[in-house]
């Protein structure tokens, strides 16, 4: 039983992680915080849905049909919005992506109604046995591809060019135009990019949480809950902490009280914050 | 001064005209106004992310409603228990508010409205679980309050005391201080602002109003579930604060009112609701930042007063 518990919080968790690094990444290198995250993952695992079962496409091209739909709804996001407000207080950016909530919460109501929807699993093999515990094929879909995701993420940030301007750019924005870099396309890219992280969260977790209208706040906030818990900004703690917040909330389920699985989340921010505000990797910055 | 006087009259007398819809939506208009003003001054003021106003709307509601319930207290010391209780949960807040910025602090603001409301549905033995409960109708000696139009004589007093209060502190040497905090903090400690006890202050104050707020809910919906005390009605609030305009105290006035009977107006739309908010709070924070009150000015509305009558405002 425990066994069980701990893996599918480990899936779960995984889950989660890759919601916090796209999270994430956009932070790190716009320093906005995107309140609306976890709606890009509602709308993403839904215009999977549409691609695969009302469209019928097959499973690949579905997938690669969501990643694009999604970059192009980050893109616009950042093209309308977010650029010509870079320079505008804190307040008004993190009110605008609160109002990204709602909206899509509203759009997702409209066109997917409020029945919640399961799309089907990648592979649809037997589940494999495990020390008495069963995982299904679909748990293992997930545990690769959020494993290959969040590589690959941390490999852009922390190895390659691009990585290097988008930190620079979150250290001085201006210093980064200075020297040359092109902040307005970058940040194009890297909203993009985040959305469509989201959005392959949101595919990933379809067949096992299900997609509805009101996920997006208990997704955002244990995706709010793993960045504290990794250090705040941190991308390799942003993906580790996610999986610690999976099996946390999975083993206060079984063994404390199974409502407390939903506050969970605001119990593990409110005591990272108060006896080690800089998580378990981060560096306190700000 | 006048005219002050001529419009609370005139507010006075409004009840004689109204059908007990119209002054339920009126009496929602003031409490959406003196909740959102506690938000306005602790965004707009005091520029600290603190996301808190469904948590202490919550507070007051659940706090005064229960107290008349449980301990069967008048409904005047329960709004006198509501405003204590949302003091003591502000001032514990703002000891963890104060170690936080920006994003932590709207993180674990968040997390608190949302604890709240956890409670709220969870403590069933206390709080009468997700289906909430009835408020008795508050009396005083012997008048019973129980029509819409009664109850509006509360919320107006109430609303316009507390909105005296606030007007008269935001230009006071507090309303500056936080001012001076939210455009530069070190500079506003250079000039010997006690910053964190400012930002205390923001924090109590916005605590006080929802309270207060929070106790005129109760008796204004007449039955409070947990519901309204969640993510929703901080949409609303959101909503409110941006278009009015981030810290103008009488563009939260006009948008409270748009705001709030804005649904009336759009019933045929009520699925679209979502998206129509969203989409304004969004559309006001690209091309109107300064919200309503900016717009107003602009337009030159109080220009054309200010070359009348020399007169400055705000």
């Known amino acids: 039983m425990l066994l069980q518990i701990l893996i599918a919080g480990f899936v779960i968790g995984s889950c989660y992680s890759i919601v916090s690094v796209g999270m994430t990444i956009l932070f790190q290198a716009t320093t906005v915080l995107n309140f609306g995250h976890g709606e890009c993952v509602m709308i993403g695992g839904l215009i999977f849905y549409t691609f695969q079962v009302m469209l019928g496409m097959n499973y690949p091209l579905a997938i690669l049909c969501t990643i694009v739909a999604c970059m192009i709804v980050g893109a616009l996001m950042d093209r309308a919005v977010f650029r010509p407000i870079v320079h505008a207080p804190h307040v008004n950016v993190v009110l605008a992506t609160c109002g990204f909530l709602y909206f899509f919460k509203g759009v997702a109501r409209m066109i997917w109604k409020s029945e919640p929807r399961f799309p089907p699993p990648f592979i649809d093999l037997p589940p494999v046995r495990l020390f008495g515990a069963v995982m299904t094929s679909q748990d293992i879909v997930i545990l690769v591809s959020v494993f290959i995701l969040a590589s690959l993420f941390i490999w852009i940030f922390l190895f390659t060019e691009t990585g290097l301007k988008m930190r620079a750019a979150a250290q001085s924005l201006k210093g980064a135009s200075l020297i040359g870099i092109n902040t307005g396309k970058l940040f194009t890219m890297i909203w993009g990019a985040s959305v469509a992280a989201g959005g392959m969260a949101g595919i990933l977790l379809g067949p096992i949480y299900s997609l509805y209208p009101d996920m997006g706040e208990a997704v955002l906030l244990r995706a709010f809950a793993a960045m504290t818990l990794g250090g705040f900004g941190n991308i390799g703690g942003a993906a580790i902490g996610g999986i610690i917040m999976g099996i946390v909330e999975n083993l206060v389920g079984l063994y404390i009280w199974t409502p407390l699985k939903e506050i969970v989340a605001y119990l593990v921010i409110v005591s990272v914050l108060i006896f080690k505000p800089t998580g378990i990797m981060g560096v306190r910055k700000f | ?314």
Not at chain 2, 114 to 119: A, D, E, P, Q
Not at chain 2, 122 to 140: E, H, L, M
């Open chain 2, 1 to 314: 001064m006048f005219i002050l006087i001529v419009f609370i009259i005139l507010l006075a007398c409004l009840p004689k005209v109204t059908n007990n819809y119209q002054q339920y939506m009126i009496n929602l208009v003031f409490v959406n106004f003196l909740v959102t003003l506690g938000l306005g001054i602790v965004l707009g003021y005091s520029g600290q992310f603190a996301f808190a106003s469904a948590g202490f709307l919550g507070i007051g509601a659940y706090c005064s409603g229960l107290s008349m319930v449980h301990f069967g207290l008048s409904y005047w010391l329960a709004l006198m228990v509501a405003v204590l209780v949302s003091f003591i949960f502000a001032v514990l807040l703002s000891y963890i508010g104060l170690r936080l910025t920006r994003y932590y602090l709207s993180i674990s603001t968040i997390a608190f409205t949302l604890t709240m409301r956890f409670f709220y549905t969870n403590a069933g033995a206390i709080t009468f679980g997700p289906s909430g409960f009835n408020v008795p109708s508050p009396k005083f000696f012997g008048f019973n309050f129980d029509t819409d139009q009664r109850i509006y004589y509360i919320v107006l007093v109430i609303v316009l005391a507390c909105s005296l209060f606030s007007w008269n502190i935001l230009r006071s040497k507090i309303g500056r201080a936080w001012v001076a905090i939210r455009d530069k903090e070190e500079a506003a400690a250079a000039a010997s602002i006690d910053v964190k006890q400012y930002k205390r202050l923001a924090f109590i104050m916005m605590g006080l109003l929802g309270g207060i707020a929070g106790g005129l809910y109760c008796v204004v919906l007449g039955r409070i579930t947990p519901d309204e005390f969640g993510m929703g009605p901080l949409l609303l609030h959101f909503l409110i604060v941006v278009l009015g305009g981030l810290g103008s105290f009488s563009g939260l006035a006009i948008s409270s009112i748009i705001v709030t009977l804005l649904p009336e107006l759009l019933r045929a739309f009520a699925e679209w609701q979502e998206i129509l908010y969203g989409g304004i709070i969004i559309l006001m924070i690209r091309f109107a930042p300064e919200g309503l009150y900016g717009i107003l000015q602009k337009i030159s509305v109080i220009k054309w007063r200010e070359r009348m009558y020399g007169d400055v405002e705000g």
